[in-house]
């Protein structure tokens, strides 16, 4: 199994950034995926959750209405967009397969101006 997050970077507060996870070696289709951060000094928490399907998302309250978590079977890709960051999003964002083990080596979020 392999996770490569990619997307990361620095941005100014209130601006945007899409986060992609690239899959393979399962079938990527048969499993949720989700999103955690890990902020400086802080433990790490779930962001976003999506279904096989996709049809059925989950977020945390506080980036609720600021992001959306998305995913294209057909390429094997989990996707974050992520809209009005704030400077409390700054963390390494990673990629995990639901109920698995499995995550990717991370990509690091940094709002600031």
């Known amino acids: 199994v392999q996770l490569v997050e990619s997307g990361g970077g620095l941005v100014q507060p209130g601006g945007s950034l899409k986060l992609s996870c690239a899959a393979s070696?399962?079938?990527?289709?048969?499993?949720?995926m989700s999103w955690y951060r890990q902020g400086p000094g802080k433990e790490r928490e779930l962001v976003a959750t999506i279904n096989a399907a996709g049809g059925s998302t989950v977020y945390a309250d506080s980036v609720k209405g600021r992001f959306t978590i998305s995913r294209d079977n057909a390429k094997n890709t989990v996707y974050l967009q992520m809209n009005s960051l704030k400077p409390e999003d700054t963390a390494v964002y990673y990629c995990?397969?639901?109920?698995?083990?499995?995550w990717g080596q991370g990509t690091q979020v940094t709002v600031s101006s």
């Open positions: 995990r397969v639901c109920l698995t083990n499995y």
């Open positions: 070696g399962f079938t990527f289709s048969a499993y949720g």
